[in-house]
């Protein structure tokens, strides 16, 4: 899988791409992640890749030409997609994550500023992309969130492939009868056992230390479904 980055600040990547599983995934050919300065496909002087909104108002516009001639050359693959990123795009779930898995290249747009010509997401990208309810200086967190999820759904980038599985947001398989369309992950613990803070005392489930496999399952579907229906109304 190819990530080509579209973006006027190339350097954000240079420590995403660097540490962790991300660098590993690299050093493995998991994937290839490029960034490129969107003021390479410019013609003047000052290599100029924003102009003042129509219409009047605040802040600058990234403009349409150069993204739409970057993106021109770097699709190079048969199966690959043009994400552009925006607050008022769809918004990005973990189901999106595992559809992007099938393509062999992502082309991913970020924006600065007031935000990117509307042609560029009429014409150039297959999707425009929402990663929440907020507004970011840029596209460039973005897009990290969507290379992290995407890679770790790609084999071999995690070590053990089956803690994927009964992860949150996973298609709820194992509790098809509770009616969700997906869950949240239940809570997990590690030593010490007990622990005492500003005068309380917090323990380990009880359940957890019983050595017995199936309770412990049960109780972990049980705290999926718990917190489901608390935390996430939307996935019933
Ligand atoms: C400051 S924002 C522009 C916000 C825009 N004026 C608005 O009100 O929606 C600049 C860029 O950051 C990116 N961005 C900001 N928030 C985002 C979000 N929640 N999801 C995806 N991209 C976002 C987009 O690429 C956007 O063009």
Partial sequence: MTFDILTIFPRLFDGFCDQALIARAIKKKIIRLSPHNLRDWTHDAHRTVDGRPYGGGAGMVLMVEPIVHAVQELKKR????????SAKGKLFTQ???????????LILICGR???????VAAFAADEEVSIGEYVLFGGEVPAMVVIEAVTR??????????????????DAKGLAHQQLVAFVEYPHYTRPEKIKL?????????????GNHAK??????????RLTRRRRPELK
């Fill in 78 to 85: 048969h199966r690959s997609r043009v994400i552009v990123f």
């Fill in 95 to 105: 189901a999106d994550a595992r559809r992007l898995t099938r393509y062999e290249q």
């Fill in 113 to 119: 500023y007031e935000g990117i010509d509307e042609r």
């Fill in 153 to 170: 759904l790609l084999p071999g980038s995690i070590g053990k492939q089956k803690s994927l599985a009964d992860e949150s947001f996973g």
């Fill in 198 to 210: 500003g005068g309380k005392t917090r323990a380990v489930p009880k359940v957890l230390l019983s």
């Fill in 216 to 225: 412990i399952d049960a109780w972990r579907r049980q705290q999926s479904v």
